[in-house]
């Protein structure tokens, strides 16, 4: 027999993948209703990858953030004659 909610493991992966109560809460309702009806995996899946691309999102902000500071970084460790600026 199939259950219906997921089990430990499944909640702890969406906890530890950033997922917020809302997300949990609605991928546990729509496992409930996966097993009758194929659609509702599709929309777990939906709920998955949008999650994941704001994960993604996020990373590419960061990195963005570190691109500039590795810039700043980098001019603080060029001689002042080399940057064209007056002593």
Do not use: S, W
């Amino acid at each position: 027999m199939r259950q219906e909610f997921p089990d430990a493991a499944t909640i702890r992966n969406l906890e530890d993948a950033g997922c917020d109560g809302d997300t949990m809460r609605c991928y546990c309702e729509l496992e409930k209703q996966a097993g009758q009806n194929p659609a509702y995996r599709k929309r777990q899946i939906r709920l998955l990858r949008k999650h994941r691309q704001e994960l993604l999102d996020d990373l590419h902000g960061c990195q963005k953030k570190i691109d500039c500071l590795d810039y700043l970084l980098y001019r603080l460790k060029e001689p002042v004659h080399e940057r064209g600026e007056k002593r």
